[in-house]
């Protein structure tokens, strides 16, 4: 699998941004360790979600190219995909919810994506997509439980390890798995004895469950600020690769998370999304005590002005 990141790192070359890692004094100071944070909130789209969209939709056949794409989300995944198929000229259809918010539909369509909304209290969204899919031959682009959409996350840690030398320990946000599992592919393939490990909210605690039972469980809708985060489960495919690399987890109160989003803010002037702070929320809130090199992902920063003013203000 390692090769295949490699691979992916290479596609990704001139079309990902190579973001930059960021380090504070304060942040080394609150954990006790060296912090190196590999701000992904940077990347085009203002999410990793860019690498593994371009990586699936860049090898897929000229003839599914034709057909064009479909995507099922209402958040970084569906600004992604719509965008990789921008650059690509890949026609790009987003199956969303009729009660996303309007700023995340104008954000897809923005990116040239046609939206089409379904109603959740009636539809399945998967039904839908799938009978979209058939009519019109669309290939689906998974957001997280597909091989080139996860391999395509991993880069972001490669690129930090290729940055940052030896360090001990490695703290992703962890949704459906895909972040997690393409990072900890490539942390094993360049570093094997650093640590790696994942982020959840207390309320979405999903993976750290299926990982602690080794028995996939889901938590359906959880009440969490971390919306990147909110999917049910871990994948049939993410599920057996987060068993065999990553090496455990942490979960993080409501409040911490905010307390993230306040710090990354006021002290190292980044806007960084609830979910994109969890790693930072495990170091200032004692969930994880750590020591030495400690890289952390943070991994997107699309966060609408009322959220984050309202954050701010708690603070
Ligand atoms: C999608 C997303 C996650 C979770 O990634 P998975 O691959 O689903 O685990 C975390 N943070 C942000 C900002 C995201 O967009």
Not at 72 to 81: D, E, K, L, R
Not at 131 to 154: K, R, S
Not at 198 to 211: K, M, Q, T, W
Not at 263 to 272: A, P, Q, R, S
């Amino acid at each position: 699998m390692f090769d295949k990141v490699q691979a992916a790192a290479e596609r990704l070359q001139g079309q990902a941004r190579r973001t930059p890692v960021m380090t504070s004094r304060t942040l080394n100071t609150r954990a006790g360790a060296e912090v190196f944070l590999k701000c992904e909130n940077l990347q085009r789209v203002g999410a990793f979600k860019f690498r593994g969209a371009y990586n699936a939709i860049s090898q897929l056949s000229d003839e599914q190219k034709a057909c064009g794409v479909l995507a099922f989300s209402s958040g970084n995944h569906a600004q992604a995909v719509a965008y990789v198929g921008q650059l690509l000229g890949v026609k790009t259809t987003i199956v969303m919810p009729d009660n996303a918010p309007s700023t995340k539909r104008l954000a897809t369509q923005g990116y040239g994506g046609s939206v089409i909304l379904y109603d959740p209290q009636k539809e399945d969204r998967e039904v839908v997509a799938r009978t979209l899919a058939e009519e019109h031959g669309y290939t689906l682009i998974p957001p997280y439980d597909n091989v080139n959409v996860l391999v395509g996350q991993g880069t972001a840690a490669l690129e930090l390890h290729e940055d940052v030398a030896n360090l001990d320990v490695l703290l992703v946000p962890v949704g459906g798995g895909g972040l997690i599992s393409g990072s900890a592919i490539a942390t094993k393939g360049v570093n094997p004895s650093c640590k790696v490990i994942g982020v959840e909210p207390e309320v979405a605690n999903d993976a750290y469950l299926s990982f602690k039972t080794k028995e996939l469980l889901a938590i359906k809708n959880p009440p969490t600020i971390a919306d990147g985060t909110r999917t049910p489960s871990l994948g049939k495919i993410t599920f057996p690769l987060v068993l065999e690399y990553v090496d455990d987890f942490r979960t993080v109160s409501e409040d911490a998370i905010k307390e993230a989003v306040r710090f990354l803010f006021y002290h190292l002037k980044i806007v960084v999304e609830p979910s994109g702070a969890l790693g930072v929320a495990a170091l200032l809130s004692g969930a994880l005590s750590v020591s030495g090199r400690v890289g952390v992902i943070l991994s997107g920063g699309n966060i609408d002005a009322p959220t984050m003013t309202a954050i701010l203000s708690e603070g």
